[in-house]
Antibody, heavy 123, light 107 residues
Framework: EVQLVESGGALVQPGGSLRLSCAASGFSFSDRYMDWVRQAPGKGLEWVGRIRNKANIYTAEYAASVKGRFTISRDDSKNSVYLQMDSLKTEDTAVYYC??????????????WGQGTLVTVSS | DIQMTQSPSTLSTSVGDRVTITCRASQSISNWLAWYQQKPGKAPKVLIYKASSLRSGVPSTFSGSGSGTEFTLTISSLQPDDFATYYCQQYYAYPLTFGGGTKVEIK
């Protein structure tokens, strides 16, 4: 059974930093791309970014709203993916979801989602 | 960025009704579109991918169609468990983008 468990959400002040973790199990983690998607309270879904697998040199893509402030990394030995968030803004307040990515076709989409972790940016 | 526009934003309907949700892309995305269902306090769940492919385990009352810029999600006979918010997402190009969501509520 695919499981994704996020952790690290907290209350942080504007300008601060936070690192989210996502522990994966139930599938071959090292083969997969992984995404982060967020959802502000009462709002819709926003894709944050993606990290590819080792075969694709762990390259990453980011939404414009977080590029230069957020960094996605992974540790295949720990079956974990991370989201380092720096220079946080109040508009980064959201539930952050870790997702597995389906790469069975030439384009890839999030298929399994974790339950999310809440990040609140406020003074 | 590719903008995804869903309509309607809210749908008041009844059990047994046929429901259609529309998603429009600001440019052609071929058939690289997914539909997700989200219930309050829960993570989204994928229903449809590649515009019309039903994800394993999803009831056959759900179907998707379209290509290019116009897509639809149809629920042929709404069940009590289907009251939720539905999102489309394009994965043709980065950044991946979602529609604003359609809340299907009880009339």
């Amino acid at each position: 059974e695919v499981q994704l468990v996020e952790s690290g959400g907290a209350l942080v002040q504007p300008g601060g930093s936070l690192r989210l973790s996502c522990a994966a199990s139930g599938f071959s983690f090292s083969d997969r791309y992984m995404d982060w998607v967020r959802q502000a309270p009462g709002k819709g879904l926003e894709w944050v970014g993606r990290i590819r697998n080792k075969a694709n040199i762990y390259t990453a893509e980011y939404a414009a709203s977080v590029k230069g402030r957020f960094t996605i990394s992974r540790d295949d030995s720990k079956n974990s993916v991370y989201l380092q968030m720096d220079s946080l803004k109040t508009e980064d307040t959201a539930v952050y979801y870790c997702t597995r990515v389906d790469t069975s076709d030439s384009r890839a989409f999030p298929d399994y989602w974790g339950q999310g972790t809440l990040v609140t940016v406020s003074s | 960025d590719i903008q995804m526009t869903q309509s309607p934003s809210t749908l008041s309907t009844s059990v047994g009704d046929r429901v259609t949700i529309t998603c429009r892309a600001s440019q052609s995305i071929s058939n690289w579109l997914a539909w997700y269902q989200q219930k309050p306090g829960k993570a989204p769940k994928v229903l449809i991918y590649k515009a019309s492919s039903l994800r394993s385990g999803v009831p056959s009352t759900f179907s998707g169609s379209g290509s290019g810029t116009e897509f639809t999600l149809t629920i042929s006979s709404l069940q009590p468990d289907d009251f939720a918010t539905y999102y489309c997402q394009q994965y043709y190009a980065y950044p991946l983008t979602f529609g604003g969501g359609t809340k299907v509520e009880i009339k």
